[in-house]
């Protein structure tokens, strides 16, 4: 069992930089997949970054590369997205989810969700 809270979020204006953190209670933490994920107004949920097997493999989206870092703290139990430059298409609700076997960007792949936090950026 897994259970993941995410710290963070709110209210941010475009061009601001945001750190979302995941803290992660549960199964043995340096061997799973963490990820998160967001959904917009409107969108389907879908993947921003994630990192997999203590940070040995980490993955962005296309619309968050290069302005985005994910980083994981193995003694902390806990992983941090740090965005900058943040646009109004950034606006989502954000969750961190867990993965125990493998490593995978597809949230349909993730076995344990947070509840979410909210990103509003204004423009």
């Known amino acids: 069992q897994v259970q993941l809270a995410e710290l963070g979020g709110g209210m941010e204006q475009a061009g601001d930089s945001l750190r979302l953190s995941c803290a992660v209670s549960g199964q043995l933490f340096s061997s799973i997949t963490i990820a998160w994920f967001r959904q917009g107004p409107g969108k389907e949920r879908e993947f921003v970054a994630g990192?997999?097997?203590?940070?040995?493999?980490?993955s962005y989206a296309d619309s968050v590369k290069g302005r985005s870092t994910i980083s994981r703290d193995n003694a902390k139990r806990t992983v941090d997205l740090q965005m900058n430059t943040l646009k109004p298409e950034d606006t989502a609700v954000y969750y961190c989810?867990?993965?125990?076997?493998?490593?995978?960007?597809?949230?349909?792949?993730?076995?344990?969700w947070g509840q979410g936090t909210q990103v509003t950026v204004s423009s």
């Open positions: 989810a867990a993965r125990i076997q493998g490593v995978s960007w597809s949230s349909s792949d993730y076995d344990y």
């Open positions: 990192t997999g097997r203590s940070g040995g493999i980490t």
